[in-house]
């Protein structure tokens, strides 16, 4: 079965400053997606950035960007001129092509410091 | 916009009562999911549905139960409310196929059993 690992379970970046949030995830597969939430204290999940395993290419989204390797098994979330309004929990997570269940990691919970 | 909607946002129910947590999605998404989230423990999937009537176990699904009866809704069933059922509840859909577009969540049900 798939996984999904998360190991800072805590991080805190300073206003304007960049952060990185770590993901290493297990899979036999070689197409799949993996993705990055946002869990605000809404609780609404928001979709931040995506991956596609087949494509060599980082994802980036405005100030978001992701450092995908593929052979390590890494997917790894950056965050550049944090805001504020940053702060949330962030998951990473996994997807198989088809019709198959997100799988996610246990998230990293982001404070940003005035 | 997607709508995912789930019916109540804080809900407290007694040990033993059958409690039922609905979800109804307006995009005409194939799929359906159920994930419970705990602190330090990230999502875990319960169940998920592929289409009416139809119903997949998920990593948790011990002492629950689900109904898909339509298209739109799907609902999650606790035979018996227990106090170890207390957590937050996110359901989630996403159309045939998955893979690139991203799954959608609602605004999640934190469930509290005394």
């Known amino acids: 079965a798939q996984t999904v690992t998360q190991s800072q379970p805590e991080m805190s970046v300073q206003e304007a400053e960049t952060v990185t949030l770590s993901c290493t995830y297990d899979?036999?597969?070689?197409?799949?997606?993996l993705f990055w939430y946002k869990q605000p204290p809404s609780r609404q999940m928001i979709l931040v950035i995506r991956?596609?395993?087949?494509?060599?290419q980082n994802a980036t989204e405005n100030r978001f960007s992701v450092n995908f390797q593929k052979a390590a098994k890494s997917f790894s979330l950056k965050i550049s001129d944090s805001q504020l309004g940053d702060a949330a929990m962030y998951f990473c997570?996994?997807?198989?092509?088809?019709?198959?269940?997100?799988?996610f990691g246990k998230g990293t919970r982001l404070s940003v410091i005035a | 916009d997607v709508k995912v909607t789930q019916s109540s946002r804080y809900l407290v129910k007694r040990t033993g009562e059958k409690v039922f947590l609905e979800c109804v999605q307006d995009?005409?998404?194939?799929?359906m999911f159920w994930y419970r989230q705990d602190p330090g423990l990230g999502l875990r999937l319960i169940y998920f549905?592929?289409?009416?009537?139809?119903?997949e176990k998920g990593d948790i699904p011990e002492g629950y139960s689900v109904s898909r009866e339509k298209k739109e809704r799907f609902s999650l069933i606790l035979e018996s409310a227990s106090t170890n059922q207390t957590s937050m509840y996110l359901c989630?859909?996403?159309?045939?196929?998955?893979?690139?577009?991203?799954?959608?969540f609602g605004q999640g049900t934190r469930l509290t059993v005394v």
């Open positions: 549905s592929y289409d009416v009537k139809m119903k």
């Open positions: 995009m005409d998404h194939e799929n």
């Open positions: 997570a996994y997807l198989l092509s088809g019709n198959t269940p997100l799988v």
């Open positions: 989630a859909s996403s159309p045939l196929g998955g893979g690139y577009t991203e799954a959608f």
């Open positions: 991956q596609e395993a087949y494509k060599q």
């Open positions: 899979t036999s597969e070689s197409d799949y997606y």
